[in-house]
């Protein structure tokens, strides 16, 4: 009788322990499922977000803010180009005659030659020197693409509080 006690208390104690690693599992699994979740959806957020910022960004092409920020563009060059005074500048139709002006005011001493920026591109410039070794992208994209991580931290945080 004292060892049936024993192997059913045994058999219990077993039980106890499975069902006790299996409900543990069971929690664990849920928790990696729900942040998983939480995790696509905040990167869809933020997907939608950049493609608004995008899209907002549209309305800017052609102001003074924007024509501001071309200027700026073309007065970095020379600090990033050092000695290479041929150089090509991709710019959008809308912008061409805008940024020919401003680049013989700001870059007086460089031999340019203008092309025009892919379709689709929302605006800004590309600067290349000749020999195609350093390129400079200021377009409007590549503006939102360097500082996404930087937004996705804003975005989060502001994500956050609202949770929390």
């Known amino acids: 009788m004292k060892k049936i006690k024993e192997e059913k208390r045994s058999i219990e104690e077993r039980g106890y322990h499975v069902i006790f690693r299996d409900k543990n599992k ?4 849920g928790k990696n499922t729900a942040k998983t979740e939480l995790l696509e959806e905040k990167s869809r957020i933020l997907e939608d977000f950049k493609q ?28 990033i180009l050092r000695d290479r005074r041929d150089i090509i500048i991709f710019v959008n139709d809308p912008d061409s005659a805008f940024v020919k002006q401003n680049a013989s005011k700001v870059l007086p001493d ?10 689709g591109t929302i605006g800004g410039i590309v600067v290349r020197d000749t ?31 609202q949770v929390g």
């Open 26 to 29: 069971i929690i664990a699994q």
């Open 52 to 79: 608004a910022v995008l899209d907002e960004a549209r309305n800017y092409v052609g102001t003074e803010i924007y024509r501001g920020y071309l200027v700026k563009c073309l007065e970095k060059v020379p600090s």
């Open 110 to 119: 460089y031999t340019i030659t203008f092309d025009a920026l892919p379709a």
């Open 131 to 161: 020999d195609n070794r350093i390129n400079c992208d200021f377009t409007v994209e590549n503006l939102v693409r360097t500082n996404y991580k930087t937004i996705g931290m804003h975005l989060n945080e502001v994500m956050e509080k």
